[in-house]
């Protein structure tokens, strides 16, 4: 029989051979801490529109009420930092996006992890997520051990900066659980404060959502961008990574090799005049399976004429 050290040992092998770049583990409980600062969040309207922010609140800080029976929270982490970047006079897409879809890359990663666990250790209850659940990615990587919480807000790694995106899987397994990242190694640095074009980045690790060029060019829904953010973009089409290209700790990216994040050519070579040209059909064709759908051609239509 398998014994608990087995299972652990048996999942950071896996999530290895299913090209995660770190996993971690923690033990599924309430997180108390998180509560006060997601409630302060909330209370002071960082969500903006982003109603889906306001539901589930006792889901999102506790994974027992999400997954009932859980024990374990495995957190893994996937890097997107591209080999190829844009030209820099081209209106700009975030690194996330150049490639395929994330949630449809890490969803079948995370089917198949699951898969294997059912094969090789038995029936198990346990869901994967990333992104589009009620739960506190962030905070799990950093209590799984894999990172801190920047002053930017991101997850970052000591070894390759934060380009990564955060997966969780919640399972009824019993595991042994990793300790938490105990430091902090932003130390003094501001770059990320003092470069953030809209002043969204707050003291203490909070971010004013409302306020995030992600927010405005992503999240903002049939909605003007307002007017007193006209000239503040920087270029931005679609994301922003400012806050991350500025930080110290990504000097240490490297590009990753997951083909399904492979950059789309329109993405590196469209100049501003392929955007402006660019016609809904063939919108909907070449960014079929890219993460641009979720502003929608109307969006990204909107989002040019701020940069005017
Ligand atoms: C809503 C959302 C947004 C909103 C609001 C951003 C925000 N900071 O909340 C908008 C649209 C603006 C946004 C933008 C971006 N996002 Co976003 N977003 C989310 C989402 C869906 C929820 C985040 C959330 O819960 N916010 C509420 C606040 C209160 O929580 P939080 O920011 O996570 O902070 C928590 C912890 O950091 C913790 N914390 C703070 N200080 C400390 C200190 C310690 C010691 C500890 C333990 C914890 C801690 O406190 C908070 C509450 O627990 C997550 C996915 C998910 N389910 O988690 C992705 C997610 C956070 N986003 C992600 C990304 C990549 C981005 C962008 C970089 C995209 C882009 N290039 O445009 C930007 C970055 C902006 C920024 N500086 O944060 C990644 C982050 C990966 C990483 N390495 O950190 C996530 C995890 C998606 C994913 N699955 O990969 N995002
Ligand atoms: S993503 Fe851009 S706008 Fe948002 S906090 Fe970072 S620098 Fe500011
Ligand atoms: S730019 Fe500096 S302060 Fe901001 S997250 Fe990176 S190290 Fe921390």
Known sequence: MLTKKNHTAFIKVTAKSLGFDYCGIA???????????????????????????????????????????????ITLLLNYYPAQQQNPDAPQISKYAFGTDYHEVIKSKLKIFLQLLKDNIGEINGRGFTDSAPVLERSWAQKSGLGWVGKNGNLITKENGSFFFIATLITDLELDADNPFAKDYCGTCTKCINNCPTDAILPDKVIDGSKCISYFTIELKDMLIPAEMKGKFENKLFGCDICQDVCPWNRFSKPNNDIGFTPLNEILNFSKNDWEELTEESFKIIFKNSPLKRAKFEGIKRNLKILD
């Open 27 to 73: 033990k599924a409980q309430r997180l108390e801490e998180d509560a006060i600062r997601l409630e302060n969040w909330l209370n002071k309207g960082f969500h903006g529109s982003m109603e889906y922010m306001n539901n589930y609140f006792d889901l999102r800080i506790d994974p027992t009420k999400l997954v009932p029976g859980a024990k374990s929270v």
